[in-house]
């Protein structure tokens, strides 16, 4: 069988009725965004763009060169396909109105141009992430109030990891599909079909050095998988963390995996370390569309009410009977049951 690009596939997915005609046309823009940047991260010292950029984002963050180039790469692309009312970025205080000058759709495209930064200048994996909220009916100039909708009212989510292979990773709400990216044709190419995370694992990933900054249930639920086939978990478990999030989370979707950024003392005030936005809300709808599932620990991610644009959140994510567990070590801390 001839191989499926991603312009078959989505016009197959707008047949089945799955996709709307224009989320179709913008995702296969933001698709070829993300071929550009995967062209400048290849070429790497060569294409001059390693490096601090010099700037601070709305984050506080200082930026990289990439992170200037990935978002103004996606802004770009964006901004005169007719498909979009409005984009917001991690990188942006605020969403971006599409210029006068180009018609106006009906999406709202969030994204995070860069993700996993802090792995540029090492060669290792870094990704872009995406996600595709509608406008609200009557608002003809978008404002960060109307990108503040739950991750359930996602009509499309997505991510690209730049790793030995440059991948993109799709859900319409439709299953999660895997698409491979042929450097010599140009063209992203089905590879995965509904993608299945396995609902049992024995790997999870986090950043062990926060431990002494976590709440008693995280200590608690890390300290019985550390205690292996000794311990109540009654089995060994093995730990990775690549520190790209993309990267972290394209492993779970492979072969399974629980995924974590708890809450801790650091980011307590900030109400977690990664972006409900840009980060938690596209990955939990992938995980889940594969089969998994995605919490705060609290809370199913996809139902948090968001409060603003650049919110923050705890996240547990992956095989669906380890993060039902995490979960049970929270209730049972909070509710002592
Ligand atoms: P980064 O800041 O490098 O963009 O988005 C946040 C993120 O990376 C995730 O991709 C990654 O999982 C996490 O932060 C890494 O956090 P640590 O620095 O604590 O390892």
Avoid at 261 to 286: F, H, Q, S, T, V
């Amino acid at each position: 069988m001839s191989p499926i690009s991603l312009t078959q596939f989505l016009i197959e997915e707008k047949r089945a009725g799955h996709v709307d005609p224009d989320l179709r046309l913008l995702i296969e823009v933001v698709a070829r965004a993300c071929k550009r940047i995967s062209i400048a991260i290849g070429k790497g010292a060569l294409g001059g763009v390693l490096g601090e950029a010099g700037t601070g984002n709305v984050q506080g963050e200082a930026q990289k060169k990439l992170d200037v180039l990935s978002n103004e790469i996606l802004l770009e692309a964006n901004a005169w396909g007719g498909h979009l009312a409005a984009c917001a970025s991690e990188e942006m205080e605020e969403p971006q109105p599409i210029p006068d000058a180009y018609p106006k759709g009906n999406f709202l495209l969030l994204f995070d141009p860069l993700d996993g930064s802090s792995n540029i200048d090492v060669n290792v994996s870094v990704g872009t992430i995406f996600s595709v909220l509608r406008c609200p009916d009557g608002v003809a100039v978008p404002t960060a109030e109307h990108f503040l909708q739950p991750g359930t009212a996602q009509v499309a989510a997505g991510y690209c990891v730049y790793g030995p292979s440059t991948l993109l990773v799709l859900t319409v709400g439709h299953g999660t599909h895997v698409f491979t990216l042929d450097r010599e044709v140009g063209s992203f190419v089905l590879t995965r079909r509904d993608v299945r995370i396995p609902e049992e694992t024995s790997e999870f990933a986090v950043n062990a050095s926060n431990q002494r900054h976590w709440e008693a249930p995280m200590q608690r639920y890390v300290a019985d998988l550390l205690a292996g086939k000794d311990g109540p978990r009654g089995r060994d478990f093995n730990m990775r963390w690549v520190a790209s999030m993309v990267a972290d989370v394209h492993r779970i979707i492979t072969r399974g995996g629980i995924f974590t950024y708890p809450l801790d003392a650091k980011c307590k005030a900030k109400g977690g370390r990664l972006r409900l936005m840009y980060e938690a809300n596209p990955m939990a709808l992938i995980v889940e569309q594969a089969g998994g599932a995605a919490s705060t620990g609290r809370e199913r991610l996809l139902e948090v009410r968001p409060t603003a644009l650049h919110q923050r959140v705890p996240v547990f994510l992956g095989s669906k009977q380890e993060v039902d567990t995490a979960v049970r070590y929270h209730r049972e801390a909070d509710t002592g049951t």
